[in-house]
């Protein structure tokens, strides 16, 4: 009896649940289908492909922010890991030197995960608020970027570009799928390993998860790791979409990467979302700015109309949390 | 049964500022050695002086971030006001104290309006503040039509960039502003609720104190610091301009604060963020005598707030970090023995 009033305890709330994510995908829908009727351009090949490489970089280092978020952490280094990648990637490619692509990779996600890990590291052994742990280490993230290159500059060679910039059947760039493949890989470590019911763990009660015997520590240092990663896979796909590096670059999307995250109803009081909500964030501010130019509003207008968005899907989404 | 609690943050208080003080010596010890001249009384009142408008906007985002919440809208409302106050004031003294009143009216309504959503509904400040943000950048944009112009009146320029008896003028409407915040955050019964707010919301609202209006006054406070900090960079910079470095207040502010000793559960003091900022700008300026670039201040920020925030936590568990470095006595296993 007990147990059977148990399960259907659980399948009403992930009942509720789907119903939740699926009345943000059906905003989604809506937005995408009233925008393919009313605008002739919206439907365009050229548009779709160009909103798949917009959405790239921002949907990637929205998902580290993902992990952060729900540890009921922050991270705001991110943007500048973003501009760092670029800056190392323009640096360091050599048009003449296939090799230094292979080079390129290894050094970008390296350098990340040693940003990441120190994020971890102040953050989980000095008890530093997350907020100002990382405010404080992009600053400095953003002065290194500085001295490796002082104003946007560099090359990145076609050998390095062509791998997220080739579109497939002439529409789908590889970003895209890089992105979407990244997103499945998320959602596994979240979902399906002892490491993300950890993270959930923790976002729910960190007290309780430290009795309970999960190391804290270690799991925050990872998911930190984790969200410097994926700014640093961002960083390269922007490098790529640049052609070239700037040390300010990244700077816009830190914030952006949390809206993402918010707007799909993950919040900040932790332990609860994940990224196919994060997903429909991304798809939501992408397909709002790309509408926007469509259908001409002065980038001046576009500035109030994203800060109201962010704001009204921000509130409705935590008032359906509530 | 309080009096300790008292005791304890009154000294952690006192604490904080013999040591900020200290820190303000040294470094001028520091650029004093670098630089003889730079210990004269006309030199330290101009370095007083450059901290003004980052003290000033610090003290509006440490009444925030004492609260628990942050400020992010505090760099686009400094830009907005050089951009209003040039083309509204266009040169004329008669024009000074309305532009000055409709530009703290125009804050206190971006302010209220960010307190009043915060407190109503569940948005994370961060975000609200972020997107106030955005539409207060669009508005300036719009209203310039993206070029700014006009220059603002005399008397802002005396204020911006004059001295009286040997005294930057500046300095002395920073004193008193210092003053006027410092009562109303220490002695009177709105400005404690900050501190109350943030230290313990829901032992506040049992209280009896109306977290709403206080929260919209809070961050209409914020904004109205923001417009003051505007209104001097405008006078000294003379024109309305996109590069007043609004975006740099913003992260400075919040550093200042951070660093001024403030957290963000309701301990620390408003007035603190005054000697984070005099800190922080004498930093810069020893950074820019010495000839390191933009590189250096950036670096040297970031290591600031880790450094001084990590002291303040006080609560750096030593046990921990031996264990960390020490592999024998390494973290508690978990169930899995991982």
């Known amino acids: 009896m007990l147990q059977n009033k148990n399960e259907n305890n659980k ?16 905003i989604v829908l809506i937005i995408i289908i009233g925008a393919s009727i009313f605008i002739p351009s919206f439907r365009s090949q050229q548009n779709i492909t160009n909103l798949f490489s917009q959405m790239a970089p921002m949907g990637l280092v929205a998902l580290g922010q993902t992990f952060a978020i729900i540890t009921t952490g922050i991270d705001l280094s991110v943007g500048s890991v973003m ?8 640096t360091q490619l050599d048009p003449a030197n296939p090799i230094s692509v292979l080079i390129v990779y290894p050094l970008v996600l390296g350098v990340s995960l040693l940003i990441g890990s120190f994020n971890g590291f102040i953050i989980s052994k000095f008890n530093l608020e997350p907020l100002i742990a990382t405010l404080a280490s992009g600053s400095i993230i953003n002065g290194i970027s500085l001295l490796i290159l002082s104003h946007p500059g560099g090359f990145c060679p076609r050998m ?11 529409i789908v760039p590889l970003s895209i799928i890089y992105f979407f493949i990244l997103i499945l890989v998320t959602y596994f470590v979240l979902n399906h390993t002892r490491f993300g019911r950890r993270v959930y763990a923790i976002g729910g009660d960190e007290e309780k998860a430290e009795i309970a015997g999960i190391n804290v520590d270690k799991v925050k240092i990872k998911v930190y790791m984790a969200s410097s990663l994926l700014a640093g896979i961002a960083g390269l796909a922007l490098a ?17 990467s949390v809206a993402a995250v918010l707007v799909g109803g993950t919040t900040f009081s932790g332990g609860k979302g994940g990224v196919i909500r994060t997903f429909a964030g991304v798809l939501i501010l992408s ?32 008032l359906r949390k509530g | ?3 300790p609690l008292i005791n304890k943050t009154l000294s952690r208080n006192a604490k904080v500022f013999t040591s900020l003080i200290l820190v303000v010596v040294v470094l001028f010890a520091i650029s004093g050695i670098f630089n003889p001249r730079s210990l004269s009384p006309s030199h330290i009142l101009g370095v007083v002086r450059q901290s003004a408008p980052l003290g000033i906007s610090a003290m509006g985002q440490s009444a925030v971030i004492l609260t628990g919440g942050i400020d992010l809208s505090v760099g686009e409302v400094i830009t907005m006001t050089n951009i209003i106050s040039a083309d509204m004031m266009k040169g004329r003294n008669s024009r000074t104290i309305p532009v000055i009143l409709l530009l703290l009216v125009i804050g206190a309504l971006i302010g209220g309006m960010n307190g009043f959503m915060i407190a109503t509904t569940n948005i994370p400040p961060m975000v609200m ?14 209203y310039s039509g993206g070029a700014p112009r006009g220059r603002v009146s005399p008397f802002l320029r005396y204020i911006g960039t004059q001295r009286f008896l040997g005294i930057p003028v500046t300095v002395i409407v920073y004193t008193m502003l210092i003053i006027a915040v410092l009562y109303y955050f220490q002695k009177t019964k709105w400005g404690r609720s900050a501190y109350f707010i943030g230290n313990n919301p829901v032992a506040a609202e049992y209280a009896g104190i109306p977290k709403t209006y206080r929260l919209i006054m809070i961050y209409a406070f914020s904004a109205m610091m923001a417009v003051i900090t505007g209104l001097i960079l405008s006078g000294y910079i003379g024109i309305g301009t996109f590069d007043v470095g609004g975006d740099s207040y913003m992260l400075n502010s919040i550093a200042s604060s951070v660093v001024g000793g403030n957290t963000f559960n309701g301990i620390g003091n ?24 933009e590189t250096g201040k950036l670096v040297m920020r970031g290591v600031i707030i880790i450094t001084m925030v990590t002291l303040y936590m006080g609560s750096i568990d030593l046990d921990k970090v031996k264990k960390f470095f020490s592999k024998e006595g390494g973290p508690v296993k978990d169930a899995q023995g991982n």
């Open chain 2, 1 to 3: 049964m309080h009096l």
């Open chain 2, 270 to 293: 408003v007035g603190g963020a005054t000697i984070g900022a005099l800190i922080i700008t004498v930093i810069e300026s020893i950074m820019t005598s010495l000839g390191v670039a």
């Open chain 1, 240 to 256: 790529a979409r640049m052609r070239s590096g700037d040390p300010i670059s990244g700077s816009t999307f830190t914030l952006y």
């Open chain 1, 287 to 318: 397909l709002v700015s790309i509408i926007l130019n469509l259908i001409g509003v002065s980038p001046f207008y576009q500035n109030v109309m994203t800060g109201l968005i962010i704001i009204l899907a921000v509130i409705n989404s935590s």
């Open chain 1, 11 to 26: 399948l009403s709330s992930l009942l509720t649940k789907h119903k939740d994510l699926t009345s943000l995908y059906m």
């Open chain 1, 160 to 170: 390095f570009t062509n791998s997220w910039l080739t579109e497939i059947g002439g």
């Open chain 1, 83 to 90: 501009s760092l990648a670029t800056v190392i990637t323009a």
């Open chain 2, 129 to 142: 503040t972020f997107a106030m943000s955005s539409m207060v950048k669009g508005g300036y944009l719009l």
